[in-house]
């Protein structure tokens, strides 16, 4: 009994540590091909510096970028965590994203922290079945920012950030985080956004650079 219980443990190590192994390796030969995407997106803005991993499927992309905007810039790739079988289910459970943050210190901190979050809804009043041709002809029409705060010394020229915002939609930024103390500045978009194929005619780096200027401290 005690050694048949030894064994499949012993067999459940081992297939455990091939299958870390196996995607490992895989994960290491696709990251290769993702620093070839970045250093294709950063080809009129500076060079990849080196490339430093945190997990297995976790690695900080260092930049040497030829403005004074950004100090100590990098990126941080996250793919799905697929050396884990536990850690993929759960990644794949909660549906997330493939993920790349970009991160930089300012030459001008924030006066005050602060996180944008993109999120998007969506909803119908009726039925599927319900609906009748007419039903279906959508009509858009696009506003402007609306922003929601509870304070009520809040600087109006923050709608300034807001637009360079509204203007970064080519990119489907996920997330935008102002803070006062390093890194002062970082965008996280999806890995797939940064592809050569998804590219649009503004560069990535164009974008985040007007998103961090926007980000003096009079707006806040």
Known sequence: MLWSALTDGGIAV???VIWYLAWRHWLRKRSRRIVNWVEVACRHHGRVDSVHWHSASRFQ????????TFRDP??????????????WLWYRLRKHQETATFAATLDCAPAANLELLNHRWSATCFKPQQRSAKDREWHAQRLGQVVITTRK????????????????????FLKIAYRREPPQFSATVALAAIQPDALAEASIFDVIRELATSSSPSPF
């Open 14 to 16: 081992a297939l455990l």
């Open 61 to 68: 992309v260092d930049l040497h970028l030829g403005t004074a």
């Open 74 to 87: 990098h990126l941080i790739v996250q793919m799905a965590p697929c050396e884990m079988p536990l850690s």
């Open 153 to 172: 010394d809040w600087q109006h020229d923050i709608v300034n950030m807001m637009d360079a915002l509204t203007a970064s939609r080519s990119y489907d």
